[in-house]
């Protein structure tokens, strides 16, 4: 399965959030996260409009009138305080984390008392925390890795509470330090801080949308209908497609299996036909030691192989991208010492042999019978190679 979302257009909270709506997300999901963290009453109002054209969901967020300003240092209070799903809370510190620091670094402040303005009202934290809930709802009943266009910026100015910035904001801009922007169809803004801060937390990659079968799609409306093109933002879902026999590589971070049974997971891995898998050692949260264990399959066996994941690990999800793989030309000779025969396999780019590597289970099977130092066995395993290619 996979999730694409289209920032082609732009984003903001309220247009993920109809996107979300119009994607299968029940309102009473984002409703009950939002209830759960706003110091207020706050009420999502979905609403079909159109946006030059097309049909889309507009996701108005009603509250009372108010001008509280509430710094980073308060809003994380609140959510750390708030009943929501653990999944949910650290999501949404993380997208409220990455304002506070990138309003900081533009304003020369401490992220704990960054004052956020617009981001800080009550809508915009019904934007995180629904959108949060929103995704986490997708993760659960589509699951999949989430990857996110390009995003339109926009271009142009923009009137703020710093007065007349350009666009992208400065916020925006060290938002998306890093990910693919552009400027798109638009010349006001495209790309809200939220909306950025938001994109950045939940893409697990960034490009165009990958090869899979839609099932569902979401059309989150802007707040502005433009002439020059359709003010909205998409979400597209469904199982991932096979391309050209591209390779897939799926990946859990996990932190909670024995280390003891990691050999047995990767001997399963392969049974069920993995082409390659390996762990890295890694560094979570809290300073929770970790592995991410990677898996190289193809679209014919990644069913068996998640499969076996859920069967030999703890992991509860997975990510999943497609790779693109280049590979050189290659042919197995064989070579003999002392009489062993050992298999070599050569590599050839433009007709050249540009690696030649002995088979280490043959050296290491010729080394015993020979009750020799197996580092002799692959040196002469290689000078033969070396000899026959001559």
Known sequence: MTVWVDASAGASGDMLLGALLGAGVPLDVLGRAVDAVAPEPVALAPEAVTRNGFAATRCHVEIADSEHHRSW??????????ELDEEVRDRATRAFERLAVAEARVHGADPLDVAFHEVGALDAIADVVGVCAGFAWLATHVGGPVTVSPV???SGSVRGAHGTMPVPPPAVAEL????PSLAGPGSAESCTPTGAALLTTLADAWGPQPAMVV???GIGAGGRDPDTHAN???ILTGPSAAVDGS???IESNIDDLDPRVW???ITALFAAGASDAWLTPILMKKGRPAHTLSVLTSSTTAEAVREALWRHTSTIGVRESRLDKHTLDREMVAVEVAGQRIAVKLARHGGEV???QPEWEDVARAATTLGRPANDVLAEAIAATRALLA
Not at 176 to 179: E, H, K, S, Y
């Open 215 to 217: 099932d569902a799609i």
């Open 176 to 179: 998306l330090r890093g990910v």
């Open 152 to 154: 339109a910026v926009g």
């Open 73 to 82: 240092r308060d809003i994380r209070a609140l959510l750390q305080q708030a």
């Open 232 to 234: 909205v933002l998409r």
């Open 354 to 356: 540009v690696n030649a």
């Open 247 to 249: 390779p897939l590589l």
């Open 263 to 265: 050999p047995s997971v």
